[in-house]
């Protein structure tokens, strides 16, 4: 999509698109929806920033030209940023005017389809949303960043159904979910560390934001796999997630047919925050199996158990929709 933008100013690209709705994005905030006249099914997102200062400006065109250059497959691409001044009131007003890919499917929407419809999810489905996240936030730690804040409803998808990410502090000062759940006392998702800084009422993590979303990206996959929401693993009183029954819910999934090395991964990701990989270390692990996982091919299946969970056990599983 990047070339259509491409050294185009604002009232040439405005004639390129159509105003579709103006909405309020779950990551950021209120943004104006526009379609590609050419293909409807090109969308692009455009965000006005308000300044108070030239040099306030000038900082924001900085910042969004040198995340135009950050080139992922999976993460959400910044195609235009542009000055756009008006008189008001006898005063110069200049805004930032920010426009970048747009995808309205869910991870979270695809979950919640497969079980309206009784569907588990392929392993090699979960692999392929595995590997594309990990490559993705590995992409962003090599650049210094993390994600902040994964959840099934901010791992938004393409019309081929390929992972695409934005970053938490895509726009100047937005909150990670540490921040959040410090503000909000929402702390699904978070990870052990971050939840022992709650109950000590540190307003910023000091903890590292890329095992967070190591920690975070496990439970996702544990979810996605098991179809139960893991809220039900926390204690909403104590600010408490009890591991042991996260762990138990990973070795039962071997009895739902997933594959062993499979479980083990989930069990690496919410391991201790010392032992705790980071997302450059588990893409590295991960290298050898890149053509099998993206290809589709069934590498794991000799590593699935063989006795599956019978059907009156199936019964345990709750609905995971709610709260994912």
């Known amino acids: 999509m990047g070339n259509i933008l491409e050294n185009e100013k604002q009232d040439q690209i405005m004639k390129k698109f159509t105003f579709c709705q103006n909405i309020s994005h779950r990551q950021l905030g209120n943004i104006k929806i526009l379609e590609y006249k050419e293909n409807k099914r090109i969308k692009v997102f455009q965000i006005q920033l308000g300044t ?48 970048g890919e747009y995808y309205q499917m ?17 392993e ?46 895509f726009l100047p000062n937005h909150p990670d979910a540490y921040n959040k759940a410090f503000i909000l006392d929402e702390f699904h998702l978070l990870p052990p560390e971050q939840l022992e800084e709650l109950r000590q009422s540190i307003p910023s993590s000091k903890k590292s934001g890329v095992k967070g979303d190591v920690f975070t990206l496990g439970l996702i996959l544990l979810e996605l796999a098991a179809q139960q929401s893991s809220s039900a693993y ?24 997933y594959s062993t090395i499979f479980s083990k991964l989930i069990l690496q990701m919410i391991s201790d925050y010392d032992t705790r990989p980071t997302f450059i270390v588990i893409r590295d692990g991960l290298q050898n199996l890149e053509n099998d996982i ?31």
């Open 294 to 324: 993206l290809n589709g091919n069934q590498f794991y299946i000799n590593h699935i158990k063989q006795d599956r969970i019978i059907e009156d056990n199936k019964k345990q599983f709750q609905t995971f929709g709610q709260k994912m």
């Open 52 to 99: 108070t200062s030239k040099q306030e400006l000038d900082d924001y065109q900085k910042r969004f030209e040198k995340r135009k250059q950050w080139k992922h497959g999976n993460l959400v691409n910044l195609l235009h940023v542009n000055e756009n001044s008006n008189s008001l009131m006898c005063a110069e007003v200049s805004q930032a005017i920010v426009i």
């Open 234 to 257: 926390y204690n909403w009183q104590k600010k408490q997630i009890d591991l042991v029954q996260v762990r138990r819910m990973c070795d039962m999934l071997l009895g739902l047919g």
């Open 124 to 169: 090699s489905r979960l692999w392929l949303i595995t590997y594309q996240i990990i490559s993705v936030c590995a992409f962003l730690e090599e650049k210094g960043a993390y994600h902040g804040e994964l959840k099934t409803q901010t791992i938004y998808l393409d019309d081929s159904e390929n992972i695409k990410l934005i970053e938490h502090d």
């Open 106 to 122: 869910t991870l979270n929407s695809e979950a919640e389809q497969n079980f309206t419809q009784s569907f588990m999810f392929n």
